[in-house]
C-alpha cells in the first residue's frame, strides 16, 4: 500500500529526514512514535505531500509521488488527514464541513453526500451535531468531525498527525475510541502519536524514530517490553 | 455675543447638501480605493520582487506624507504639467490614492492571519489553490479584515473634510461659508462636528451589527 525507499526532507541546509525506508501493507495499522524533533510528523506530512519529498521515492496506492506529471489533487483524496489542530473549517456548519469536498473536490451529488456524511456523523457519535458551527463543540468533538471529513472522501489511507495532543485529557479517549473501530474496520492507518496506551493495543506494528531515521521498526510487544535499541529504550522509560 | 442657532436655520439645507458630498466622495473613494488596495496586496504577496517593490514603495510613500500635501500636489502641482483636474476628482484621487494603500495593509494582516492549518487542511482534502482560497481562506479572512475595512471607512470620511481648501462644496467647505455669512462660528462649528459625529457613529454602530450577523460562527 505504502512503500518507501531513501526518503530525505532538508529544509535549507538542515536535514530533517535522513533516509527513511518501510513499507506498510494495506489494513495495517502504523503508530509512528520518537521524540519531537525526530521528524516523525515531517515524515506523515511527505506521505500526502504537504511537504515537497527532496529525494527518494514514496509510492502511496499506486501513486508514485515524485513523478513530475503527478496528480496532486488525486493523491490527496485517496489520503485522508487528520491534524493536531483539527483544522476544521470555522465558518462552515459541521455538515457542511464534511461535505465541502466530496461535492466541490471529487464533484459527487449532493444528496448523496449528504446523507454519507450524516452517516460518518453517526459512526463518530455526534449526530445530533450536524447544524452547527465547529466553535461550539469541544477539541475531542471537533477532532472527530475532522475525521468524519476525512473518511468522506474515502480514502485508502488515513494519516493523523498527533491527533489527541491537543485535547483536554477527558477527551482524548473518545477520539481513540472512533480511531481504534476505523482500525478495526480495515483502513490502513499511519498514526504519529504519543498514545502508548493506544499504540499497544491497536497498532500492528511500531516504529520509533530519532534523528530523523528510523531506529526500531517491529510489533508493539517487541519494541515495548523488549526494545532493542539503547535510543528506543531510554526514550520508551521517559514517556512511560 | 450668546450662543444662538436661529441664524444657521436658512443654511441647513446647504449644510447637508455639503454632508451628503462627503458621504459621496468618501463612498466612491473607499470603492476605487479598496480595489486599488486589493490589487497593492496582491501585488505586495506575489513572486515577483518587481510588483513587489512597486507596492511596497507605494504603500510606504502613502503612508508617511501628509493627505493635503497629496491633495495639493494633484489640484495646483499638476497645472504646471497642463493637467487640470476640477477639485472633485483631485479629491476623490487624492482619497483613493490614500485609502488604497492603508487597505492594503489591511487585506494582508487580516489574510495573513488566517490560521495556516485551514490551507493544509483544503489541500490535504484535494482542494487546488483556487478551491483553497475560496472555501477555506476566503470567509476567515473577511472576517479578519470587516471591523478594519469599517473604521478604515469612516476615517477615510474624517479625512474627506481636506477637500474643503480646494473649494470642493463640501461640509466642511460649507461651515466655512456659513461662517463668514453668519459669523456665528461657535454653533457653526459645533453643529458641523454633530453632523460628523452622527454619520461617523452611526457607521460605528451598524459595522458592529453587520459583524455579529454576517459572522454567527
Known amino acids: 500500500m505504502i512503500t518507501v525507499k531513501d526518503l530525505h526532507k532538508s529544509y535549507g ?12 501493507d494495506a489494513s495495517q495499522v502504523v503508530c509512528v512514535i520518537g521524540p ?3 521528524g516523525k510528523s515531517t515524515f506523515l506530512r511527505c506521505l500526502n505531500l504537504l511537504e515537497s519529498i527532496t529525494s527518494g521515492t514514496v509510492v ?7 513523478d513530475r506529471k503527478l496528480n496532486t489533487s488525486a493523491v490527496r483524496q485517496d489520503v485522508g488527514m487528520v491534524f493536531q489542530q483539527f483544522n476544521l473549517f470555522p465558518h462552515m456548519k459541521v455538515l ?12 459527487k451529488p449532493k444528496a448523496v453526500t449528504r446523507e454519507k456524511a450524516l452517516e460518518l456523523l453517526d459512526k463518530v457519535g455526534l449526530a445530533s451535531k450536524a447544524d452547527v458551527y465547529p466553535s461550539a463543540l469541544s477539541g475531542g468533538q471537533q477532532q472527530r468531525v475532522a475525521i468524519a471529513r476525512a473518511l468522506a472522501m474515502d480514502p485508502t489511507v488515513m494519516l493523523f498527525d498527533e491527533p489527541t495532543s491537543a485535547l483536554d485529557p477527558e477527551t482524548v479517549g473518545d477520539v481513540l475510541q472512533v480511531m481504534k473501530r476505523l482500525a478495526e474496520e480495515g483502513m490502513t492507518m499511519v498514526v504519529v502519536s504519543h498514545e502508548m ?30 526494545p532493542k535499541e539503547a535510543r528506543t529504550q531510554a526514550f520508551l522509560s521517559r514517556v512511560s | 455675543m450668546t450662543w444662538y442657532l436661529g441664524d444657521l436655520i436658512p443654511y441647513m439645507p446647504l449644510l447637508l447638501q455639503g454632508l451628503w458630498i462627503s458621504i459621496y466622495i468618501s463612498v466612491l473613494s473607499f470603492v476605487f480605493g479598496s480595489v486599488l488596495g486589493l490589487f497593492a496586496y496582491l501585488a505586495k504577496a506575489s513572486r515577483w520582487r518587481v510588483l513587489r517593490g512597486i507596492s511596497g514603495a507605494y504603500i510606504e510613500v502613502v503612508r508617511n506624507v501628509p493627505l493635503l500635501v497629496v491633495l495639493y500636489l494633484i489640484y495646483f502641482g499638476l497645472t504646471q504639467f497642463g493637467v487640470n483636474l476640477d477639485p472633485l476628482w ?23 492571519a488566517v490560521p495556516k492549518g485551514l490551507r493544509e487542511a483544503a489541500h490535504a482534502l484535494g482542494m487546488n489553490s483556487a478551491q483553497t482560497f475560496r472555501y477555506a481562506i476566503l470567509v476567515p479572512g473577511i472576517r479578519n479584515v ?37 459669523l456665528r462660528t461657535f454653533e457653526v462649528f459645533t453643529v458641523g462636528a454633530l453632523l460628523y459625529y452622527v454619520v461617523s457613529s452611526v457607521l460605528a454602530i451598524g459595522s458592529r451589527l453587520g459583524e455579529k450577523r454576517l459572522f454567527r460562527w
Open chain 2, 146 to 182: 470587516f471591523p478594519a475595512m469599517t473604521n478604515q471607512f469612516i476615517l477615510l470620511f474624517l479625512f474627506s473634510s481636506v477637500a474643503s481648501v480646494i473649494a470642493l462644496p463640501e461640509l466642511t467647505n460649507q461651515l466655512l461659508r456659513v461662517n463668514s455669512e453668519t
Open chain 1, 60 to 66: 502511496i496506492n499506486g501513486h508514485d509521488l515524485g
Open chain 1, 13 to 24: 541546509k538542515l536535514e530533517v529526514l535522513k533516509g527513511i525506508s518501510c513499507e506498510i
Open chain 1, 96 to 107: 457542511e464541513n464534511i461535505m465541502i469536498a466530496p461535492v466541490k473536490v471529487a464533484k
Open chain 2, 90 to 112: 483631485s479629491t476623490l484621487i487624492a482619497l483613493t490614492i490614500n485609502n488604497g494603500a492603508y487597505v492594503a495593509e489591511i487585506l494582508r494582516a487580516g489574510f495573513e
Open chain 1, 197 to 226: 496506551g493506544f499504540a499497544r493495543e491497536v497498532a500492528d506494528r511500531v516504529i520509533f524514530m530519532d534523528g530523523g531515521v528510523i531506529v526500531e521498526d517491529g510489533n508493539p510487544a517487541e519494541i515495548f517490553d523488549n
Open chain 1, 36 to 38: 519531537s524533533g525526530s
